[in-house]
Protein backbone atom coordinates (compact mmCIF):
# COMPACT_ATOMS: atom_id res chain seq x y z
CA UNK A 1 0.00 0.00 0.00
CA UNK A 2 1.25 3.22 -0.87
CA UNK A 3 1.15 6.85 0.92
CA UNK A 4 -1.83 8.59 0.15
CA UNK A 5 -0.68 11.85 1.01
CA UNK A 6 1.89 11.90 -1.55
CA UNK A 7 -0.10 12.78 -4.38
CA UNK A 8 0.87 16.27 -6.33
CA UNK A 9 -2.03 16.50 -8.28
CA UNK A 10 -4.52 16.38 -4.74
CA UNK A 11 -5.20 17.29 -1.55
CA UNK A 12 -5.89 14.38 1.86
CA UNK A 13 -6.18 16.64 4.62
CA UNK A 14 -8.15 15.82 8.05
CA UNK A 15 -11.82 18.09 7.71
CA UNK A 16 -11.71 20.40 10.85
CA UNK A 17 -15.09 20.41 10.82
CA UNK A 18 -16.04 17.13 11.03
CA UNK A 19 -13.58 14.75 13.22
CA UNK A 20 -12.58 11.59 11.51
CA UNK A 21 -13.05 12.18 8.19
CA UNK A 22 -10.56 13.47 5.66
CA UNK A 23 -11.34 16.42 2.60
CA UNK A 24 -10.07 14.98 -0.66
CA UNK A 25 -9.72 17.68 -3.27
CA UNK A 26 -8.11 17.64 -6.98
CA UNK A 27 -5.54 20.17 -7.63
CA UNK A 28 -6.52 22.53 -10.24
CA UNK A 29 -10.21 23.56 -10.68
CA UNK A 30 -10.86 22.83 -13.94
CA UNK A 31 -10.78 18.95 -13.80
CA UNK A 32 -14.24 17.21 -13.71
CA UNK A 33 -13.74 16.44 -10.49
CA UNK A 34 -14.57 19.88 -9.15
CA UNK A 35 -18.12 19.40 -10.56
CA UNK A 36 -18.27 17.05 -7.15
CA UNK A 37 -16.12 18.60 -4.98
CA UNK A 38 -15.62 18.15 -1.84
CA UNK A 39 -15.65 14.53 -1.35
CA UNK A 40 -15.12 13.66 2.48
CA UNK A 41 -13.79 10.12 3.05
CA UNK A 42 -13.63 8.32 6.31
CA UNK A 43 -12.94 4.70 6.52
CA UNK A 44 -14.53 2.08 9.01
CA UNK A 45 -14.81 -1.21 9.31
CA UNK A 46 -13.14 -2.35 5.87
CA UNK A 47 -15.63 0.10 4.29
CA UNK A 48 -14.74 3.62 2.50
CA UNK A 49 -17.12 5.89 3.11
CA UNK A 50 -17.35 9.01 0.28
CA UNK A 51 -19.84 11.45 0.69
CA UNK A 52 -20.57 15.00 -1.58
CA UNK A 53 -23.50 17.16 -0.87
CA UNK A 54 -25.53 17.49 -3.98
CA UNK A 55 -26.05 20.91 -5.99
CA UNK A 56 -28.98 22.46 -7.90
CA UNK A 57 -26.34 21.85 -11.03
CA UNK A 58 -26.79 17.75 -10.21
CA UNK A 59 -30.37 17.74 -10.91
CA UNK A 60 -32.13 16.19 -13.83
CA UNK A 61 -35.68 17.74 -14.79
CA UNK A 62 -37.32 15.50 -11.89
CA UNK A 63 -35.35 17.66 -9.27
CA UNK A 64 -33.63 13.96 -8.96
CA UNK A 65 -29.88 13.74 -9.27
CA UNK A 66 -28.46 13.12 -12.13
CA UNK A 67 -27.65 9.78 -13.74
CA UNK A 68 -24.74 11.22 -15.11
CA UNK A 69 -24.16 13.12 -11.51
CA UNK A 70 -24.34 9.68 -10.21
CA UNK A 71 -22.07 7.68 -12.64
CA UNK A 72 -19.28 10.55 -12.07
CA UNK A 73 -20.02 10.44 -8.49
CA UNK A 74 -19.29 6.37 -8.39
CA UNK A 75 -15.95 6.75 -10.41
CA UNK A 76 -14.02 9.40 -8.49
CA UNK A 77 -15.39 7.47 -5.19
CA UNK A 78 -13.60 4.44 -6.65
CA UNK A 79 -10.61 6.71 -6.41
CA UNK A 80 -11.04 8.30 -3.60
CA UNK A 81 -12.14 5.37 -1.43
CA UNK A 82 -9.04 3.64 -2.95
CA UNK A 83 -6.85 7.19 -1.34
CA UNK A 84 -8.55 6.19 1.18
CA UNK A 85 -7.94 2.11 1.68
CA UNK A 86 -4.27 3.15 0.75
CA UNK A 87 -4.10 1.47 -2.34
CA UNK A 88 -3.16 4.87 -4.86
CA UNK A 89 -0.91 7.49 -3.97
CA UNK A 90 0.97 9.82 -6.17
CA UNK A 91 0.16 8.88 -10.13
CA UNK A 92 -3.05 7.68 -9.24
CA UNK A 93 -4.51 4.73 -12.10
CA UNK A 94 -7.50 4.93 -14.84
CA UNK A 95 -10.64 2.87 -14.49
CA UNK A 96 -11.10 -0.13 -16.39
CA UNK A 97 -15.03 -0.62 -15.57
CA UNK A 98 -18.24 0.31 -13.94
CA UNK A 99 -21.19 -1.25 -14.04
CA UNK A 100 -23.91 0.62 -12.15
CA UNK A 101 -27.88 -0.61 -11.08
CA UNK A 102 -30.04 2.54 -10.40
CA UNK A 103 -32.57 1.66 -7.69
CA UNK A 104 -33.69 5.05 -6.78
CA UNK A 105 -33.90 8.59 -7.23
CA UNK A 106 -31.35 10.73 -5.19
CA UNK A 107 -32.60 13.62 -3.13
CA UNK A 108 -30.81 16.67 -3.85
CA UNK A 109 -31.70 17.68 -0.57
CA UNK A 110 -29.65 15.43 1.57
CA UNK A 111 -26.32 14.24 1.62
CA UNK A 112 -25.02 11.52 -0.55
CA UNK A 113 -22.90 8.86 0.25
CA UNK A 114 -20.94 5.91 -1.62
CA UNK A 115 -19.63 3.04 1.45
CA UNK A 116 -17.41 1.58 -1.40
CA UNK A 117 -15.51 -2.20 -0.60
CA UNK A 118 -12.06 -3.08 -2.01
CA UNK A 119 -13.11 -6.71 -2.85
CA UNK A 120 -8.97 -7.57 -3.67
CA UNK A 121 -6.20 -5.84 -4.71
CA UNK A 122 -3.35 -7.44 -7.05
CA UNK A 123 -0.13 -5.74 -8.22
CA UNK A 124 -1.74 -3.49 -10.88
CA UNK A 125 -5.21 -3.90 -9.93
CA UNK A 126 -7.94 -2.95 -7.70
CA UNK A 127 -11.84 -4.74 -7.30
CA UNK A 128 -14.23 -2.46 -5.82
CA UNK A 129 -17.94 -2.70 -4.87
CA UNK A 130 -20.45 0.06 -3.87
CA UNK A 131 -23.72 1.59 -2.38
CA UNK A 132 -25.58 5.37 -3.00
CA UNK A 133 -27.07 5.96 -0.43
CA UNK A 134 -29.28 8.51 1.58
CA UNK A 135 -30.09 8.86 5.20
CA UNK A 136 -33.56 8.00 5.94
CA UNK A 137 -34.05 7.13 2.15
CA UNK A 138 -34.12 4.29 -0.09
CA UNK A 139 -30.60 3.06 -1.65
CA UNK A 140 -30.02 5.27 -4.83
CA UNK A 141 -27.80 2.63 -6.70
CA UNK A 142 -25.40 0.17 -6.14
CA UNK A 143 -22.03 -0.71 -8.75
CA UNK A 144 -19.07 -2.19 -9.21
CA UNK A 145 -15.78 -1.27 -10.68
CA UNK A 146 -11.86 -2.15 -11.46
CA UNK A 147 -9.34 0.17 -11.28
CA UNK A 148 -5.94 -0.09 -12.78
CA UNK A 149 -2.60 1.43 -11.06
CA UNK A 150 -0.63 3.47 -13.29
CA UNK A 151 2.35 2.77 -14.33
CA UNK A 152 5.11 4.62 -11.69
CA UNK A 153 6.66 8.09 -13.52
CA UNK A 154 10.29 8.11 -13.96
CA UNK A 155 12.27 10.13 -11.50
Known sequence: MSDPSADPFASY?????????????????????????????????????????????????HDAIHGGALLGFMDVALFAAARGFGALGAGGGVTLDLSAQFIGAGNLALPLEARVELLRETGRMLFMRGLIVQEGAPTVASFTGTLRKATPRPA
Open 13 to 61: DDDPTAPGWKVWRQAGRARFNAFLEPYHVRLEDGIARVRITPRPEHANT
